[in-house]
């Protein structure tokens, strides 16, 4: 069965970086894009960055862009999101999900910008 | 404008029918997907593309779409419906995405 596993979350200061990671197992992930998500507390869902299968397009939220990068390793099976320069609004469950209709989610990993 | 909106939230008696908008400019070309959240859960995908659904979700959950506006429709709805609902689509450019604030569905 599809499986999306995320780490990588914690508790970090404005301004500080953070790198998650999302394991894929039950699929060909070489075979399909990749999208992350995240929800503030209370709020919806906020689409963040998708990547091609390949990872040579990578696509952000204007909210973002310049600050997150988005990456894969095919060979790992692994997703991942590169967070620098984190602000407090960026405080939230960052999920990973599959393929171009958001297919499977992961169960998410809470990230927490404050000083 | 590539904003999606979805009225707050709506009701349904047990066993009746429901039906949750989704209006954004991105509808008219392009469908909308449907996602089912429960408190404290990952979303999950009810509703794709034209109306398709993925494995294990139930019949009662059907899509459909007019001009800019796309419907996720519940009919029978159970009490295992309770939960937040987003829609979803590429924006204008077609390379980017935006949710709809969602819709809570009480079934009394």
């Known amino acids: 069965q599809v499986q999306l596993v995320e780490s990588g979350g914690g508790v970090v200061q404005p301004g500080r970086s953070l790198r998650l990671s999302c394991t894929a197992s039950?699929?060909?992930?070489?075979?399909?894009?990749m999208h992350w998500v995240r929800q503030a507390p209370g709020k919806g869902l906020e689409w963040v960055a998708l990547i091609s299968y390949d990872g040579s397009n990578k696509y952000y939220a204007d909210s973002v862009k310049g600050r997150f990068t988005i990456s894969r390793d095919n060979s790992k099976n692994t997703l991942y999101l590169q967070m620098n320069s984190l602000r407090p609004e960026d405080t939230a469950v960052y999920y990973c999900?599959?393929?171009?209709?958001?297919?499977?989610w992961g169960q998410g990993t809470l990230v927490t910008v404050s000083s | 404008s590539s904003e999606l909106t979805q009225d707050p939230a709506v009701s349904v008696a047990l066993g009746q029918t429901v039906r949750i908008t989704c209006q954004g400019d991105?509808?008219?070309?392009?469908?909308a997907n449907w996602y089912q959240q429960k408190p404290g859960q990952a979303p999950v995908l009810v509703i794709y593309g034209k109306n398709n659904r993925p494995s294990g979700i139930p019949d009662r959950f059907s899509g459909s779409r007019s001009g800019n506006t796309a419907s996720l429709t519940i009919t029978g709805a159970q009490a295992e419906d309770e939960a937040d609902y987003y829609c979803n689509s590429p924006d204008s450019s077609g390379l980017h995405y935006v949710f709809g604030p969602g819709t809570k569905v009480s079934v009394l």
């Open positions: 991105s509808l008219g070309s392009y469908f």
């Open positions: 999900a599959n393929k171009w209709e958001f297919d499977y």
């Open positions: 039950g699929f060909t992930f070489s075979n399909y894009v």
